[in-house]
């Protein structure tokens, strides 16, 4: 089982549609969890971070945590052409060095069609 | 804020050359970098945490002694690939976080190496 699991996709949206990309951790021992959206050839982007469980909300985005049921979710609305990337989920903890190590999973492609 | 930097952006070499790669954290300070690998549609893979001061720790089944890390400073991080070869052609991207206290990292905009 990967410590990190998504849904490959492609995840097709229409515009202005609500995108909604989902993600499941194995270790419980996790304490922070990350969306990043990488477009292709390029480095990854920071999306958002939840640490809490419940809903958290920037923008467009609202992230989602529940620890119980070990799922981390990333809601997009009035999804935009542009959004379409590959989104990677990543959990956080301590392996007992200085700074917590992420664990990246695959990532989902979503396409957003106009 | 936040911002990382890499360089060199693209790098082609032939076989049996080493490269380095440098990272830099432009407007803050960073104890520990991280250095990841990434092959055509896969995932983020991390090889090693560089630490300022202090020797690097790599994952498992990454070889220390062709990947040399050194964080001379709390800006600055390198990645020397020793004696590349065409396998060793990949997309690799630094981080850094500028809180200790929280995991957030921010990444470089990567390098493509490619070896001949």
């Known amino acids: 089982q990967k410590e990190v699991e998504q849904n490959s996709g492609p995840l097709s949206v229409p515009e202005g549609a609500i995108a909604s990309l989902n993600c499941t951790y194995s270790?419980?021992?996790?304490?922070?969890f990350f969306w990043y959206r990488q477009y292709s050839g390029k480095s990854p982007e920071l999306i958002m971070f939840?640490?809490?469980?419940g809903d958290k909300e920037d923008g467009r985005f609202t992230a989602q945590l529940n620890k119980a049921s070990q799922y981390v979710s990333l809601l997009i609305r009035d999804s935009q052409p542009s959004d379409s990337a590959t989104y990677l989920c990543?959990?956080?903890?301590?392996?007992?060095?200085?700074?917590?190590?992420?664990?990246f999973g695959t990532g989902t492609l979503l396409a957003v069609q106009p | 804020g936040a911002v990382v930097s890499q360089h060199p952006s693209w790098v082609i070499c032939k076989s049996g050359t080493s490269v380095k790669i440098e990272c830099r954290s432009l407007?803050?300070?960073?104890?520990?970098m991280f250095w990841y690998r990434q092959f055509p549609k896969q995932s983020l893979m991390l090889m090693a945490t560089?630490?300022?001061?202090?020797?690097?720790?790599?994952e498992q089944g990454v070889e220390k002694d062709k990947f040399l890390i050194n964080h001379a400073s709390l800006t600055l991080s390198t990645l020397t690939v020793t004696s590349a070869h065409p396998e060793d052609s990949s997309f690799y991207i630094c981080?850094?976080?500028?809180?200790?206290?929280?995991?957030?990292?921010?990444f470089g905009p990567g390098t493509r190496l490619t070896v001949l």
């Open positions: 981080s850094a976080s500028p809180d200790s206290l929280t995991d957030t990292q921010y």
């Open positions: 270790d419980r021992g996790s304490q922070s």
């Open positions: 939840i640490y809490s469980n």
């Open positions: 990543a959990a956080g903890r301590n392996y007992g060095g200085a700074t917590n190590k992420l664990i």
């Open positions: 407007d803050f300070q960073a104890t520990t």
């Open positions: 560089s630490n300022e001061g202090s020797k690097a720790t790599y």
